[in-house]
C-alpha cells in the first residue's frame, strides 16, 4: 500500500476534564505524534501486517520526519523549503474532541511536481493508493484529480480511494467521471457537499437507522463512475454503497476516548480487506470494526488488530 498525505502534521493531543472557554483549564495528558491522514492509513495497515509506503511532503531536518522514525512504515520524504504544520485536538472526559487544525505552508509549483512525482515512482506495483487529508496552500484545489491520473499511469492495477474535504473534494467532483477514483471515503457532511444535501440530515437518518438518503445521495456519484462509496457515519456506523448492491454496519459497543483519526483507521481497515479479497460487505465490517477501534484509543490512537472485533459490528442490506 502506498499513501500520499499532501499536507502532513504533527498531530499534538491535549486532554482536559472539561472545556470551559475564556478559561485557565489544566491537561491531564499530553501526547505529540506524526499524522495527517495517509500517513494514519499507513500506519494502520502496518501495524497489521501490511507493506506500507507513505510519501508526504516535508524537510530531513523537520520534527515530522523524527516523528516518523517511530511510525513502522517506508517513508519518504519530498523536501520543502517550509515547516510541517501542528494540528491540535483537545479531548475532553465525555468523549468529545475538538481540534484545531492549522494551514500549513505554502508550497511551491516545483515542490509540488516533486511530491507527485514521488508518488509516480513508488507507487508502481502497489495493491493500493490512499491519497489522504487537506491540500497545502499554493496547490491547485483540483490537484487530487491529477494525482488520480498519475497514479493510474504508474499503477494500473492498484485500488485507488482519495478521502479529502471542501474545495478539493468539491473539485475531484467537478473532474468525475475522468478522474473517478475507485473508492471514496466521506463523512455524512462531505457526501452533502458532494451531492447537494444536508450533512446533519444524513447524520440525523442514520443515527435514527435510516440510511435510505445516504444511500441516495452515495448513488449519485456511483453514477459519476464512482466504484465504491464508503460513507463513516460516526456512531451509526458506516454505508457501502455500489452500482450493484447497498450495505450499512454498525459497530460494536465503544466507549469513545478520541475520534482523531477513526476515519483514517475505518479506510485503513476497508482497504487492507480489499487487498485480501474480502467480499464488499467483509470490507465495510472491517472498516467500521477499525474505526470504532480507533475510537476507544486516546490521541490518534491507531488499532492494532487485537483491538479490533469484527464478531460484534453488524453488516447488513440497506
Known amino acids: 500500500m502506498v499513501t500520499v498525505t499532501p499536507n502532513p502534521s504533527i498531530?499534538?493531543?491535549?486532554?482536559?476534564?472539561?472545556?470551559?472557554?475564556?478559561?485557565?483549564?489544566?491537561?491531564?495528558?499530553?501526547?505529540?505524534?506524526?499524522?495527517?491522514?495517509?500517513?494514519?492509513?499507513?500506519h494502520a495497515a502496518a501495524m497489521a501486517g501490511y507493506?506500507?509506503?507513505?510519501?508526504a511532503p516535508c524537510q530531513q531536518s523537520d520534527p515530522f520526519a523524527t516523528a516518523m522514525r517511530a511510525v513502522p512504515v517506508a517513508f519518504v520524504p519530498v523536501h520543502i523549503a517550509s515547516a510541517v504544520r501542528t494540528n491540535t485536538a483537545i479531548t475532553e472526559d465525555d468523549g468529545t474532541t475538538?481540534?484545531?487544525?492549522?494551514?500549513?505552508?505554502?508550497?511551491?509549483?516545483?515542490?509540488?511536481?516533486?511530491?507527485?512525482?514521488a508518488l509516480a515512482r513508488n507507487c508502481s506495483g502497489a495493491d493500493a493508493v490512499a491519497l489522504a487529508g487537506s491540500?497545502?496552500?499554493g496547490a491547485p484545489a483540483d490537484w487530487y484529480?491529477?494525482?488520480v491520473h498519475t497514479v493510474r499511469a504508474s499503477a494500473t492495477d492498484a485500488i485507488v480511494a482519495v478521502d479529502t474535504s471542501d474545495a478539493p473534494l468539491l473539485a475531484l467532483g467537478q473532474h468525475l467521471p475522468l478522474a473517478a477514483p475507485d473508492v471514496i471515503k466521506p463523512n455524512a457532511f462531505e457526501l452533502a457537499q458532494l451531492t447537494d444535501n444536508d450533512g446533519r440530515e444524513l447524520e440525523a437518518r442514520a443515527a435514527a437507522g435510516d440510511y435510505a438518503p445516504v444511500v441516495s445521495a452515495a448513488r449519485d456519484l456511483v453514477q459519476r463512475g464512482i466504484r465504491e462509496v464508503l460513507v463513516t457515519l460516526g456512531s451509526a456506523g458506516a454505508c457501502l454503497i455500489t452500482a450493484e448492491a447497498a450495505w450499512a454496519a454498525t459497530p460494536p459497543p465503544t466507549v469513545v476516548k478520541s475520534t482523531v483519526g477513526a476515519g483514517d483507521s475505518s479506510l485503513a481497515g476497508y482497504l487492507t480487506a480489499r487487498i485480501d479479497g474480502e467480499t464488499l460487505a467483509d470490507c465495510l465490517?472491517?472498516?467500521?470494526?477499525?474505526?470504532?477501534?480507533a475510537a476507544a484509543?486516546?490521541?490518534t490512537g491507531l488499532p492494532?488488530?487485537?483491538?479490533?472485533?469484527?464478531?460484534?459490528?453488524?453488516?447488513?442490506?440497506?
Open 11 to 42: 498531530d499534538a493531543t491535549v486532554h482536559i476534564p472539561a472545556l470551559r472557554r475564556g478559561e485557565v483549564v489544566r491537561a491531564t495528558a499530553t501526547r505529540k505524534e506524526a499524522g495527517g491522514k495517509g500517513i494514519n492509513v499507513a
Open 51 to 55: 507493506d506500507a509506503t507513505a510519501v
Open 98 to 117: 475538538t481540534k484545531v487544525n492549522e494551514a500549513g505552508s505554502e508550497l511551491s509549483d516545483a515542490e509540488l511536481s516533486a511530491v507527485e512525482s
Open 135 to 137: 491540500l497545502p496552500p
Open 145 to 147: 484529480a491529477s494525482l
Open 285 to 293: 465490517r472491517r472498516a467500521v470494526a477499525y474505526g470504532s477501534a
Open 297 to 299: 484509543l486516546p490521541g
Open 304 to 318: 492494532a488488530p487485537t483491538d479490533v472485533h469484527l464478531d460484534h459490528t453488524d453488516v447488513f442490506p440497506v
